[in-house]
């Protein structure tokens, strides 16, 4: 049951558990989306994250904030993206359109091949996703637990980013941050701000992307160069996504 009890065992997470949240935990609850939210796992700059359980297995359940989240920030990103030209700047709409984008895009990620979370549903701004971990102990960001081959795991990555590229999708965030060590293998995660290859920033996105992840594996001893990746990158892609 979605009762005030969330915000009783949560009082670190303040804010998130207004009554339009509850209702649509509900609503997602009553779906069979999961059966009880469990424990806070990040607080993110516009978002919480939960571990829920679902059928006795984890699953992840992003809550976008809506009283103090940046939705004039989302909306910069957003409005470019040729998907969601119509949208107004009214943050609910905002909110609800970036949370929906963000389990489209993870869609998209999936359907290339890349390695992600598993998108299970989306209402209004709540994302519910695979969870990526062992047992209870969620996979950790690269930042906190680098690889131990540096050079095969960069390598995989470049794959994942590949794919993703291909199957017509920039990731617009990528970094230590957003690219879980699961088993020394990369996960992408955190679509939020990944946009289609045709939108007219994608390209500059992309850039921003390749950099982050040379300047993180340079410090590790991997010989990589952005320019010689972007070109990898780009020529490796279906031809309709390079116009
Ligand atoms: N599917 C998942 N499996 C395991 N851990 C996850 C998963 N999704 C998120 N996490 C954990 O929660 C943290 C925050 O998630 P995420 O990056 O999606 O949100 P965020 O950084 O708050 O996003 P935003 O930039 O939109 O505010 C991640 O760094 C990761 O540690
Ligand atoms: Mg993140």
Redesign the pocket.
């Known amino acids: 049951m979605v009762t005030l009890k969330y915000q009783e065992r949560f009082k670190t997470d303040k804010g998130v558990f207004d009554e339009f949240t509850k209702r649509t935990l509900f609503e997602l609850q009553s779906k069979g989306m999961f059966d009880e939210v469990n424990i806070p ?9 939960f ?1 829920a359980k679902h059928e006795g297995k ?3 359940i ?1 809550i ?1 904030r809506m009283q103090n ?1 940046d939705f004039l920030r989302m909306f910069g990103y957003i409005k470019q993206d040729p998907r969601y030209n119509f949208l107004k700047q009214h943050r609910r709409q905002v909110i609800m359109a ?1 949370t929906q984008r ?1 389990y489209k895009n993870i869609l998209r990620a999936q359907k290339s091949g890349t390695r992600v ?1 598993a998108p299970l549903a989306w209402r209004n701004h709540i994302l519910v ?5 062992d047992g209870d102990i ?4 690269l930042k ?1 637990c680098p690889p131990q081959n540096p050079n095969k795991f960069f390598e995989d990555l470049i794959i994942q980013v590949q794919k993703m590229y291909a199957g017509g999708l920039v990731h617009g ?1 990528l970094s230590s ?2 690219i ?1 060590n699961h088993n020394e293998k990369p ?1 992408i ?5 990944s946009t289609l290859t045709k939108t007219p920033n994608a390209q500059e996105l992309l850039i921003r992307d390749i950099k982050n992840i040379t300047n993180y594996f340079i410090k590790l001893g991997v010989k990589c160069q952005t320019e010689e990746l972007l070109q990898k990158i780009i020529a490796s892609a279906p031809k309709k996504n390079k116009e």
């Open positions: 796992l990040k607080v993110g700059k516009e978002s919480n994250v571990v984890n699953i992840i992003k976008y989240c970036w963000e979370p996703e695979e969870f990526i971990g969620a996979a950790p960001p906190d965030d941050f957003n879980l996960v995660i955190d679509f939020s701000q």
